[in-house]
């Protein structure tokens, strides 16, 4: 059974629209994280939150706004939708956030923007 | 800035011979720990290995590596290659909160 669940696994959205990725993990963990892979990109990081706070963003965007209405939930809103915003985004947790801990991924939400 | 180079897009070797996927880094953290990641078609990332000992072996599932901080190298290596182990495999660094990942290396074991 996945522990880590995205939702949905596929979405196609038009330019300049919203959408909300959803992510539950149900493994215990405190940290939660979004990562981003685009077309010939590494798996790019974008936010970490420890108990439900945000640690660190390296989104330069303000379009992109995470959302953790519980401790094992960290959505992912996206406003204004660009062709560009067209990658898989993982969600991703950990036991605690610190350095050296192992992420455990989900399966990714694939979104397209036409 | 830190990160991670993988040189091979694709990797294709034939069933039962060694393999070899390079990984080297560039970091500025003082504590680190290095990943290998795996992701099959269809499937989400998961760790293969993990090391933060200088010059120490790690093994699992008949993979190994060693860091190597004086060449700032993390290979990834297996002796003998089977055919499940076609997937996309990630090196990445352990930074503060966070992992770099490199850009993956495409493994493709042919019969």
């Known amino acids: 059974d996945p522990k880590i669940i995205q939702k949905p696994k596929y979405l196609v959205a038009v330019t300049g629209s919203e959408k909300i990725l959803i992510c539950e993990q149900y493994l215990g963990h405190n940290a939660m994280y979004w990562y981003r892979q685009s077309a010939k990109k590494p798996l790019e990081f974008m936010f970490s939150y420890s108990y439900q706070k945000l640690m660190d963003n390296q989104t330069a965007s303000s379009r992109f706004q995470p959302q953790s209405s519980k401790k094992n939930h960290l959505d992912l809103q996206i406003t204004a939708l660009k062709p560009d915003d067209s990658a898989t985004y993982f969600c991703?947790?950990?036991?605690?956030?610190?350095?050296?801990?192992?992420?455990?991924f989900g399966h990714g939400t694939k979104l397209s923007v036409l | 800035g830190d990160s991670v180079t993988q040189t091979e897009g694709l990797v294709t070797v034939t069933e039962g011979l060694p393999v070899k996927l390079n990984c080297t880094y560039q970091?500025?953290?003082?504590?680190?720990?290095f990943f290998w990641y795996v992701q099959y078609l269809n499937e989400a990332p998961q760790v293969l290995l993990k090391?933060?000992?200088?010059?120490k072996r790690t093994e699992h599932q008949g993979f190994h590596a060693t860091l190597h901080k004086s060449s700032s190298s993390f290979h990834l290596q297996k002796s003998s290659a089977q055919l499940s182990d076609s997937a996309l495999y990630y090196c990445a660094l352990s930074g503060i909160g966070k992992l770099i990942f490199g850009l993956g290396t495409t493994l493709q074991v042919q019969p």
């Open positions: 090391s933060s000992t200088d010059n």
């Open positions: 970091t500025t953290y003082l504590t680190i720990a």
């Open positions: 991703a947790s950990s036991q605690e956030g610190i350095s050296n801990e192992r992420l455990f």
